[in-house]
């Protein structure tokens, strides 16, 4: 059984850079899929940030490709965020997941249980 | 973008009525690249249903979906005590890949 397990800061400071990663069991990470980032708010809900390919092929929701990069490590066995620039909105749960398939746009079928980031000073 | 709207926001039924919950999109989902997922409280959310209709590996059939085009139903044929959750829609036809709002569903 697949397992992803996010990994974050906690908090951060606004205007500094959040670095987030997913681990994933075995060598699942290498497999022919997508991996991907999404983070929920009560106010904005479940946001897509960004996804990877195995092979390192990436892939960016335009509301955040200024501020974000995605990369994976598949001999570390997961896969990173970075966010700049952070401000109080980017206060959210950050998920990472995986999507079903090798096709760049395929629904999300393991998930991550999540890391809840604040952004204060 | 194309922007979700789930109807209603919260659905009040009992165990063993039949559940509807509505889809709605800004503009046609091509290919019918529309998932729906279930959370429960604490919990990430679960994958139920991807292309439309197609039950995600492990879903109960009571769970089914259907629809076409700019509309999408999600319906529970049974409801389960487990049933009682928070519902969202996805779209993966266009990118940005978005959610709709959730749609509640309470035990009555």
């Known amino acids: 059984q697949v397992q992803m397990q996010e990994s974050g800061p906690g908090l951060v400071k606004p205007s500094e850079t959040l670095s987030l990663t997913c681990a994933v069991s075995?060598?699942?990470?290498?497999?022919?899929?997508?991996w991907g980032w999404i983070r929920q708010t009560p106010g904005r809900g479940l946001e897509w940030i960004a996804s990877v390919y195995h092979t390192g092929t990436t892939f960016y929701n335009p509301s955040f490709e200024s501020r974000v990069t995605i990369s994976i490590d598949t001999s570390k066995r997961h896969f990173s965020l970075n966010l700049t620039s952070v401000t109080a909105s980017d206060t959210a749960l950050y998920y990472c997941a995986r999507q079903r398939s090798e096709w760049y746009n395929d629904a999300y079928d393991l998930w991550g249980q999540g890391t809840m980031v604040i952004v204060s000073s | 973008e194309i922007v979700l709207t789930q109807s209603p926001g919260t659905l009040s039924l009992s165990p063993g009525e039949r559940a509807t919950l509505s889809c709605r999109a800004s503009?046609?989902?091509?290919?019918?690249?529309l998932a729906w997922y279930q959370q429960k409280p604490g919990q990430a959310p679960r994958l139920l249903i991807y292309?439309?209709?197609n039950r995600a590996t492990g879903i109960p059939d009571r769970f089914s979906g259907s629809g076409s085009g700019a509309d999408f139903t999600l319906t529970i044929s049974r409801l389960e005590p487990e049933d009682f959750a928070v519902y969202f829609c996805q779209q993966y036809d266009g990118s940005p890949w978005t959610f709709g709002q959730g749609t509640k569903v309470a035990i009555k």
């Open positions: 292309g439309a209709s």
């Open positions: 075995f060598s699942a990470i290498s497999s022919p899929h997508y």
């Open positions: 503009q046609s989902v091509i290919g019918n690249y």
